[in-house]
């Protein structure tokens, strides 16, 4: 059977004889060649859709450490206590991993407000008396603040002492006293974190800060705290490393 042969619609050649000899007469034919051409309109593609997704991705890019170094640079100064730590499982590859007292769900629940959070009611199991304080589990993704306050004694043997959580709450409070700050947190469903829990630490000195953390922690279990800066939104961004009277910078 002889090849079937389709005209184009509004063409002179049949798809069988598209040849390169019709390709250069479709070439040569401006009528003929403009069926193939996108219309004006569709080739104009205005600025504003190439540099407005740049500018976006810029941003995000940008505002990270934007954010770190404006709270660097008016944030006040606050010591947190660490805890306990395995030194063999502090380094992480070229991270430090740490823990802090107010990351302890038990820690923050003996404050008040802590049961102000959102949260649902556990119901005691028949035939046993539960406490109060440990009926309430906060919801997870909930954020936070936990209002921090200074020590009166601002060195303890060679390094400075750690702040203490006086209270729990759901907004930032305002109009606190010159020796409180709050610092914000959020509950993720085993403790409670504060963008404070790793660190990068220059090569040269991580084995050097889990040897101390360890000689450290054979004489005293909560021997050393970080530094950290917060500003007035509750973001926090570490600064250093202390362990006994050995300071480490981030």
Known sequence: MPNAQFPIPNSQFPISNMNTKNIDLLVENPDTANLFQLPPEAKRIPAWRLWVPLLVQIGL?????????????????VILQTVPVDPYDLL????????????????????????????????CPPGTICQDKKTHNVKTGTSFYVIMESPKDVVNSGSPKAWKPVRVSLENPSNLPANQIALQGKYDGGRMEYGLETYYMPENEREKVNQDIGQAQMRERQSFVVEVKVDKTGHAVPVSLWIRDRNYRF
Request: proline share 8%; charged share 20%; hydrophobic share 35%.
């Open 92 to 123: 992480r590859g070229y991270y430090q991993v740490l823990s802090y007292d107010i990351s302890q769900n038990n820690n923050l629940e003996k404050l008040p407000g802590w049961k102000d959070l959102p949260g649902d009611k556990t119901p």
């Open 61 to 77: 890019i940008v505002a990270v450490p934007a954010q770190a170094v404006y709270t660097f640079v008016t944030g006040k100064i």
